[in-house]
């Protein structure tokens, strides 16, 4: 997997030597263009000036839409060097990304795992949730996050979102850049973008993305290094027919890897136990190799009347190779004074997933009651395989007590791994049928329903364990707009929850699909010519047999339980200008959880969360743009485990100069008080980064 290094950066080079041919092709295009080939370019750019689709699959603005959406933009990503999809998250108004070991994420929201993600729009078939890997966000134009249960939009979700990637599309010119960066910890980055002409017209165009990147880390013996490439052709087969084909590549290698977190209970019920920041259970053989690819093709035809029909073929396909070590107290020994007690568990495992999704869409207009209404009716059929394979060991001589932690990372002897066999193969089959409309009213009152239909299939088996599931279900949407001025919009909305779950019981077997109700009242505001926007939401949820950990089975594995949840709080958020050289991002959101019984749940999930980015440019040195960001949470526990984190804040500036119209600086420091703080509870995590920071320099063509 690590030989990929020097054709990414030919790639790169590449990408540089297309700036001759390309500015030529853009001088000819520029001489010879005549009204035909603008309206071409006009509907080439239609993609690149998308408003939001996220809530309902129809054309509605931001501020219309009955649902809370946060946009993490380009520049927002540029700005705090968001150079991974955790990192560019941790931008978005009312997201925890949960870093609960080194190289498995969750992402949540209002107290709940975000499971629903889309490409495009494009709803992906369900899996865990769980991100593998530190994934590449320099392909990403910007995150659109929809926060709240949205059964319209997927078919399946719980109370937590919908995350929706868009992706780089070509440009309608000639332009590009090159950048390099280097940080703490031995940090260095290089990265490409340029898109290019490849018609005179314009009609056609293409665009390539390639980074590589390698560091150290502030853990004891973490190293991580990726390489990332990404191409995309579209144009007009026809004036009213485009074609978009798009290929992406990560290669992504980590060395010293974690495989579940810190051990901070003691037996004797001393004091939680403090530990160095760096401080790692990792050993010197451990490893995490993982191989991510997608492609896709997407064809939209306009017809005369203005309707619209898309289709989309994704297919995805991820690779994995890992050897782990886990440490933990299985007997209840773990010493304060002399820090045995800790027991050595070795696993090394093999996966390979694989999904394709074909989704048709068509998108279009009615007259009725003389006004204009919007409908959206589409299919999409899902089929994916997931093979993992385990390579055994003697577990009378593996498993064993653990040296006093923390140890060297040679104390522990890498194991006699046996022969590879299948520990799971597991096919789903997920199928749906959805429609919305917006009906409007008057010019100040609409109303958004729809439905959603959709057939899941599990089949296969899981450790020994059969598995054979089936399940269909129909759920409604319902939201409503009204125009209380023509800068302020008050909405209320209701979606079913249906959610397939991953977590098996005692017996092995997959817990049944959660299920319930959402609700959200809440208002936005335009303010300043419509350059700030201003939410306020309140919302509530019920969900029924939703998993929560309940212990181990005889062989060791996690074992989960259903139990019934209400959650319910209110969001706000401010995000845009305030003047010409100050803009702002400021979100909060208060939360509580409670099971059946009235009793906290989910204590993991702070009650108060704030995140925060300001930036400023100066009036007469706009060359010049400075900012603050980064984020507050009240205090956290893992009632299992009864580990705790109290509040904190989290401070990270950046300053870039623009030094010409082609070539800039930038500079980025991340939390600059040095916070020591445990990253996540969701099960138990480790200490977040100390103080660090990097510089880069980017050359525009």
Not at 97 to 105: A, G, K, M, P
Not at 372 to 394: Q, R
């Amino acid at each position: 997997m690590k030989n990929t290094r020097t054709f990414v950066l030919s790639s790169l080079l590449l990408a540089m030597g297309f700036q001759a041919y390309a500015q030529e092709n853009k001088n000819q295009a520029n001489a010879e263009l005549n009204d035909e080939q603008i309206e071409k370019i006009k509907i080439v750019g239609v993609r690149q000036n998308r408003v939001s689709q996220g809530a309902t699959g129809l054309t509605m603005e931001i501020d219309e839409t009955p649902q809370s959406i946060s946009l993490v933009s380009a520049d927002l990503i540029e700005n705090f060097a968001a150079n991974d999809l955790n990192d560019a998250l941790k931008l978005a108004t009312g997201i925890t990304v949960e870093e609960w070991e080194t190289n498995r994420t969750q992402y949540t929201s209002r107290g709940f795992e975000l499971k629903s993600t889309q490409i495009d729009g494009v709803g992906l078939p369900n899996d865990w949730g769980i991100v593998t890997g530190a994934m590449e966000a320099y392909g990403y134009e910007e995150i659109e996050v929809i926060r709240g249960a949205n059964g319209i939009l997927t078919g399946v979700g719980n109370a937590a979102g919908t995350i929706n990637y868009v992706r780089k599309r070509p440009t309608n010119e000639n332009q590009g850049n090159v950048g390099v960066s280097l940080g703490s910890w031995d940090f260095k980055r290089l990265q490409a973008d340029y898109s290019v002409l490849l018609t005179e017209s314009g009609s056609w165009a293409a665009r390539v993305v390639a980074v590589t990147e390698d560091k150290g880390s502030y853990l004891d013996g973490l190293k991580d290094d990726r390489v990332y490439l990404y191409g995309v052709v579209d144009g007009q087969l026809t004036d009213n027919a485009t074609l978009t084909l798009g290929l992406s590549y990560q290669d992504a290698n980590t060395d010293g890897n974690m495989w579940g977190g810190l051990t901070f209970n003691y037996a004797d019920g001393s004091p939680q136990a403090e530990w160095d920041v760096g401080a790692s259970p990792t050993l010197d053989w451990t490893m995490w190799d993982t191989i991510n690819t997608t492609a896709f093709v997407e064809y939209v035809y306009l017809f005369a009347n203005d309707w619209q029909v898309k289709a989309t073929f994704n297919r995805q396909n991820f690779e994995a190779e890992d050897k782990l070590h886990y440490a933990y107290d299985p007997y209840g020994q773990f010493n304060s004074e002399t820090n045995l007690g800790l027991y050595s568990y070795p696993g090394r495992y093999d996966d390979d997933y694989t999904a394709d999704l074909l989704d048709v869409t068509t998108i279009g207009s009615y007259q009725l009651f003389g006004q204009e209404h919007e409908v959206t009716l589409g299919v999409s059929h899902a089929t994916s395989d997931k093979l993992m394979y385990v390579h055994p060991i003697d577990f009378a001589v593996d498993f064993a007590p653990a040296p006093a932690f923390p140890w060297a990372l040679d104390a522990i002897a890498e194991p006699d791994w046996g022969d590879k066999e299948i520990y799971s193969d597991m096919d789903v089959t997920f199928s749906r049928l959805f429609g919305s409309t917006k009906i409007n009213f008057t010019d100040s009152l609409f109303v958004v329903a729809g439905f959603n239909g959709i057939k899941y299939n599990r089949k296969g088996h899981n450790s020994g364990v059969i598995i054979d599931e089936e399940a269909s279900e129909i759920s409604p949407y319902f939201g409503v707009t009204y125009g209380i001025t023509d800068n302020i919009n008050a909405y209320a909305s209701y979606s079913d929850i249906y959610q397939p779950q991953e977590q098996t019981d005692f017996d092995g077997v997959y817990l049944a699909p959660t299920k319930g109700l959402n609700y959200e009242l809440g208002i936005k505001a335009q303010m300043f010519d419509d350059k700030l926007l201003a939410t306020f939401a309140v919302f509530s949820a019920e969900q029924d047999n939703l998993s929560k950990f309940a212990g181990f089975t005889d062989a060791g594995q996690y074992a989960y339980q259903g139990i019934n949840v209400e959650s319910k709080g209110f969001e706000f958020e401010l995000t845009g200008k305030l003047t010409e050289y100050l803009s702002v991002v400021l979100g909060y959101t208060n939360l509580d959880v409670e099971d059946e019984n009235d009793e906290k749940e989910h204590l993991w999930a702070a009650r108060d969360l704030v995140n925060y980015s300001v930036e400023y440019s100066f009036p007469h040195f706009s060359e010049l743009i400075v900012g603050i960001g980064g984020k507050w949470q009240s205090k956290i526990q893992n009632a299992e485990q009864t580990v705790q984190q109290s509040a904190y804040l989290l401070v990270n500036a950046f300053a870039r100069w623009d030094i010409s119209d082609s070539l800039s600086v930038q500079a980025n420091v991340n939390n600059i008080t040095n916070e020591k703080y445990i990253n996540s509870l969701t099960t138990v995590g480790f200490y977040g980064a100390p103080i660090n920071g990097s510089l880069g320099l980017t050359y525009a063509f």
